[in-house]
């Protein structure tokens, strides 16, 4: 299938494995971070975010964790499916040049062996 | 709904065509958005708007022209195509601006220009 990036980190899994995906971020003072999902050929799809006040966060097989001392931020992923192969990307929303934004990542492949 | 709708989904330009990509929203959003995409690397923000009638520049706006006539409706224009424009565009909507504010993003349309 299409990849969007051609030079992403690859992550690859064997089905029904945890799956870890990590991010690390520029912006000490971003507020808000988010976790797309990106299947081949299609838009970027909404995961789950945490605001800079938490540290963690559950979603339904999906876990969010956010460590603002190193600016890091990772995407868990519980028993991982062959439809989790996506590539993923994380967003943090501050003030840039051009207003306050979302800033994205270019992301990392997660491939899922069946 | 069906959500953010993009056209055409594949376009090839010759250097110097203009074109208009079309991007409409049925959820009433008040904040849309254009993104590019290019190999390894993160969304880029080109354009954006908050509502009717207001728009402003992102990252990457030159040689893109947008307008924001209806709630529904936010074209980007290319006024002279440059191999360099060649990318997959996302347009993106959402209820308003920052944390909280899902961005639904639509499927892209893949440009070339030649």
């Known amino acids: 299938g299409e990849n969007v990036g051609l030079h992403l980190p690859t992550l690859s899994v064997q089905e029904g494995d945890n799956s870890i995906i990590n991010c690390a971020y520029s912006?000490?003072?971003?507020?808000?971070f988010i976790w797309y999902k990106q299947e081949s050929g299609k838009g970027p799809q909404f995961i789950i975010d945490?605001?800079?006040?938490?540290d963690k966060r559950q979603g339904q097989r999906v876990t969010v964790l956010l460590n603002k001392t190193v600016k890091h931020l990772s995407l868990q992923i519980a028993a991982t499916q062959p439809g989790d192969s996506a590539v993923y990307f994380c967003?943090?929303?501050?003030?840039?040049?051009?207003?306050?934004?979302?800033?994205f990542g270019a992301g990392t492949i997660l491939r899922v062996k069946s | 709904n069906a959500g953010v709708t993009q056209t055409p989904k594949f376009q090839v330009l010759k250097t110097g065509q203009s074109m208009t990509l079309q991007c409409a929203q049925d959820m009433n959003h008040e904040y849309m958005s254009w993104y590019r995409q290019d190999p390894g690397m993160g969304l880029r923000l080109i354009h954006y708007s908050v509502g009717a009638g207001i728009t402003d520049q992102g990252e990457v706006p030159n040689g893109y022209n947008v307008s924001r006539s209806t709630t529904e409706d936010f074209p980007l224009r290319l006024l002279s195509a440059a191999p360099s424009q060649t990318s997959v565009y996302f347009c993106?909507?959402?209820?308003?601006?920052?944390?909280?504010?899902?961005?639904?993003f639509g499927p892209g349309t893949r440009l070339t220009v030649l």
């Open positions: 912006n000490s003072a971003s507020d808000y």
């Open positions: 967003a943090e929303n501050g003030w840039v040049e051009y207003g306050n934004k979302l800033v």
């Open positions: 945490i605001r800079s006040n938490m």
């Open positions: 993106a909507s959402s209820q308003g601006l920052g944390g909280g504010n899902e961005q639904f």
